[in-house]
């Protein structure tokens, strides 16, 4: 369980050696996530939404307020092993994470530092590897890799460390739509057969209609939150703050606003086919 | 203005088995907004790379205006100015200590003077929306949209004729996704130019291309209309591609006995067909 209380983060920005101002990055957010809640988190460039998600495994740490995994405050020292251990993390942009020099070596990164017994290590890398749809590139160097190759290896390094609560950050921002909804398949196994937390943020909204419950971020404070449906049934809410509108979604709205007895909202294409060939039946 | 004949391709020079590209044939002209889509690692940055001589075939031709580009005496300046390339998160690329003379860089490397530079990078930021008064800002206090912005500035400073972008939406929220591609289109139409780029978003593709290339194992497997790649299952799947969410719908629901006149691969299109045909329906 994830208790943020009134977090405020203030990024110090130097405007020459001695000058400096400060920047409001998160203002006065309180938010508490669940064991094994599949959550996402949504808003637009400068949102809060990377900021937030590095408070979570104490990358960062608070200017006022509190951020605590499972009891375990993240600005104690103390505390930072253990929070690490249970907090995975994607970041959102692969190039400033692979670090080892080959795929096989990044992916074993984490568990290597937890000191596994390596015939455990080489098995586990493996099927992580096979997951994200690396297996030919296990010897290859990382800058032998495409974009979204590098995407895939950063999620499988992930995976490797099987943390109990797992942050990504736009972590399909550079897969094609296909590895896109294998990952968020994979995720989505990993909820709720593990019970394993994840926090997914994205732009790419088609992926969080399944998820448990939405969170809009704007301006570093939170201005919705709630199941997809309650989320995508006020839409004015999105386009304010400038997120993407799933393309059913908006049909859907579009179509019943302009006469058809459709529920508010559809969520997916199945409920909509189903809807409209009823209607169409009728 | 600029075609690739049997284009291949290997990053490791000794072994031609290990080609990323195969027999890559295309042409790029004016008016052309080109949306390239292909599973991850199929070669679609590598393509790219060829179009302004970052990258040179193994084997094949490359004809800028019908002037062999691989010809010893042919001058790759020329290339490198009428073919601008937009990288992948290009903000990373960011790096004078102000908005203008980052802008400025790519002319005065084309040889341009300091004044001139100054000059068409004024023009082209204002062209794509910076406000004046950023000019002079360090270009890490942008948001992600504007630093994107300044990105596509720094080669228009270039004057370009074919403008080259490695997944421009990547990374942008709806709001500001919408307005770069606006500029292109812009581009297309004011600078009488052409704009290609990569993309992972099928949706975007076929809100804003007007002709699509799918990249496959290192080979270009088709290059049709949107509606005419959308409406291609087979090709599709074969590429391990997606089709948007609307065309899944209007094929379903064709499929179900709805009359639609046709597949719709955007929203507008999608709720004009149906509104016409439920109207009908309803009608009797
Ligand atoms: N510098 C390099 N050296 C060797 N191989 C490379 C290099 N860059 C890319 N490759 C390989 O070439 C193939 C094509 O890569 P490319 O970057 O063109 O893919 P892409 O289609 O742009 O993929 P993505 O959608 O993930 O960006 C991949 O198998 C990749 O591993
Ligand atoms: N290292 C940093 N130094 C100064 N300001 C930053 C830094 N990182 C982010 N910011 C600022 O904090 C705000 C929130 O940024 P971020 O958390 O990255 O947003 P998001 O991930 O939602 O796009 C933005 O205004 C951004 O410019
Ligand atoms: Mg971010
Ligand atoms: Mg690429």
Redesign the interface.
């Known amino acids: 369980m994830i208790r943020i209380e009134e977090l405020v983060h203030k990024y110090t920005i130097w405007n020459d050696q001695k000058e400096q101002s400060k920047k409001i990055a998160i203002d006065g957010l309180s938010l508490n996530i669940k064991q094994g809640e599949f959550l996402a988190i949504l808003g637009s460039n400068g949102s809060g939404k990377s900021t937030l998600a590095k408070h979570l495994n104490a990358l960062l740490l608070p200017s006022e307020g509190t951020v605590k995994v499972d009891d375990l405050d993240t600005s104690k020292e103390d505390n930072l092993t253990e929070i690490r251990n249970k907090v995975g993390m994607v970041f959102q942009n692969p190039d400033n994470q692979i670090i080892g020099t080959n795929v096989e070596e990044d992916v074993a990164f984490g568990l290597e530092n937890k000191n596994m017994p390596s015939d455990y290590i080489q098995k586990r890398v493996a099927e992580c590897i096979n997951t994200v749809g690396m297996s030919d590139f296990s010897k290859t160097s990382p800058t032998r890799l495409s974009g979204g190759q590098k995407q895939r290896v950063a999620i499988a390094g992930a995976f490797a460390d099987d943390s109990q609560i797992m942050v990504l950050d736009e972590p399909t921002s550079m897969l094609d739509p296909r590895s896109r909804s294998e990952i968020i398949g994979v995720l989505h196994k990993l909820n709720t057969e593990n019970g394993m937390t994840i926090i997914l943020i994205t732009h790419n909204t088609d992926e969080v209609v399944a998820a448990d419950r939405i969170v809009l971020m704007n301006n570093g404070k939170i201005v919705g939150k709630g199941s997809p449906s309650e989320v995508f049934a006020n839409l004015e809410l999105l386009r304010e703050i400038h997120v993407e509108i799933p393309q059913i979604i908006e049909l859907g709205e579009r179509l019943r606003k302009s006469g058809l007895p459709l529920s508010n909202p559809v969520l997916n294409e199945r409920q909509l086919v189903n809807e409209l060939t009823g209607i169409w039946e009728e | 203005m600029l075609k690739g004949v049997n284009i291949s391709f290997s990053?490791d020079k000794k072994s031609a088995s290990e080609n990323i590209l195969n027999d890559v044939s295309f042409e790029i002209n004016v008016g052309d907004f080109i949306g390239i889509?292909?599973?991850?690692?199929s070669g679609k940055?590598t393509l790219i790379k060829h179009f302004n001589g970052l990258l040179r075939a193994s084997s094949g031709e490359l004809y800028l205006n019908d002037k062999n580009v691989y010809d010893k005496n042919f001058d790759l300046f020329k290339l490198r100015k009428e073919v601008g390339l937009v990288f992948?998160?290009p903000e990373?690329q960011l790096f004078k200590k102000t908005v203008i003379e980052d802008t400025m860089f790519g002319p005065i490397n084309l040889g341009m003077s300091e004044e001139e530079a100054r000059t068409v990078a004024e023009r082209e930021l204002k062209f794509v929306g910076i406000d004046e008064v950023l000019f002079t800002a360090n270009p890490m206090?942008l948001?992600?949209?504007q630093k994107r912005s300044v990105a596509i500035a720094g080669v228009l400073a270039m004057s370009p004729k074919i403008i080259v972008l490695?997944?421009p939406a990547?990374?942008?929220?709806?709001?500001?996704?919408s307005r770069i591609f606006d500029l292109l289109k812009r581009i297309i139409t004011i600078k009488k130019m052409a704009v290609v780029f990569v993309s992972?978003?099928?949706?975007d593709v076929a809100n804003y291309a007007n002709q699509v290339w799918i990249m496959k194992q290192g080979t270009l497997i088709s290059k049709e209309s949107v509606q005419t790649t959308f409406s291609r299952d087979d090709i599709i799947d074969l590429a391990?591609?997606?089709v948007?969410?609307?065309t899944?719908?209007t094929k379903?629901?064709i499929s179900?006995?709805?009359p639609l006149k046709s597949i719709s691969t955007t929203?507008d299109e999608?709720?004009k067909n149906?509104?016409e045909v439920?109207k009908k329906?309803r009608g009797h």
């Not at chain 2, 889509?37 to 690692?41: A, D, F, P, V």
């Not at chain 2, 990547?170 to 996704?177: I, S, V």
């Not at chain 2, 992972?200 to 949706?203: G, P």
């Open positions: 990053y889509i292909g599973t991850s690692g940055t992948q998160y990373n206090e948001s992600g949209g490695d997944e990547a990374g942008l929220d709806f709001y500001t996704k992972h978003n099928m949706e391990g591609m997606d948007p969410e609307v899944k719908l379903d629901l179900a006995g709805i929203v999608a709720e149906l509104s439920f329906n």
